[in-house]
């Protein structure tokens, strides 16, 4: 199958880092995408990977191992407005559509 | 740009009523995805274009189900007849062609209820 498995949700302080993690099937790996999703609102794109390694856009970092089928989304200087689900997204072979995961709610608390 | 532009952005219907859902992607984009998420089963591809043409409708749940893209700048996604299961929030997203740099963007999303 084509299984994406990440945390049901998470609890961080203003200001700490959290790491979200996301592992999936290897056979195939084509592409892995963050999202961030707001309650009501629609997902917005956060990061692409396809190579190992760390992609870091200010704030926000995005790791992938494709041996270990692992990828994880870091997140520093965490803020309130950082509250939200954080879908990871796979593709695998030749497709052109990514396999949504079942997406990780993050809290931020004072 | 206005991004990906969806309507209605509220629906509610009764069963057995048809209902369709419009979607207007980013111009120049060549591909366009309709998602369906529920609490349940999260984020779906019910079906994806590439240049107006279906590619794959594996994910479309039933004959009740048909999309069309009768030009690149509009898509619509039918039910029909529609059903209290059918309740959930369908997403229309669209992306250029040979790049993942910049993801996917979607609409607003349109809000179905089925009672």
Redesign the interface.
């Known amino acids: 199958g084509q299984n994406i498995d990440q945390p049901t949700e998470m609890t961080a302080t203003e200001g700490a880092i959290v790491q979200i993690n996301c592992t999936y099937q290897t056979s195939g790996f084509n592409g892995l995408f963050w999202y961030q999703q707001h309650a009501g609102e629609a997902p917005t794109f956060l990061s692409y990977n396809v190579l190992d390694g760390l992609e870091e856009k200010g704030r926000f970092s995005s790791f992938l191992s494709r041996s270990k089928g692992y990828s994880y989304l870091l997140l520093k200087e965490l803020q309130m407005k950082d509250s939200a689900s954080y879908l990871c997204a796979v593709r695998w072979w030749n497709g052109q559509n990514f396999v949504f995961g079942p997406g990780t709610r993050l809290s931020v608390l004072p | 740009d206005a991004g990906v532009i969806q309507s209605p952005r509220h629906e509610v219907t009764e069963m057995g009523q048809e209902v369709t859902l419009r979607c207007k992607p980013i111009s120049g984009h060549d591909?366009l995805?309709w998602?369906r998420q529920t609490m349940m089963r999260?984020?779906?591809?019910l079906i994806?274009f590439?240049n107006n043409v279906p590619?794959?409708d594996s994910g479309m749940p039933e004959d009740r189900f048909s999309a069309k893209m009768p030009n690149a700048s509009f898509s619509t996604l039918k039910i029909q007849p529609s059903e209290p299961r059918d309740s959930a929030v369908y997403?229309c997203a669209s992306s250029p062609q040979g790049t993942?740099?910049?993801?996917?963007?979607?609409?607003?999303?349109t809000r179905l209820t089925v009672v």
């Open positions: 591909y995805f998602y999260g984020l779906e591809l994806y590439n590619i794959d997403f993942d740099v910049y993801g996917y963007t979607f609409g607003s999303g």
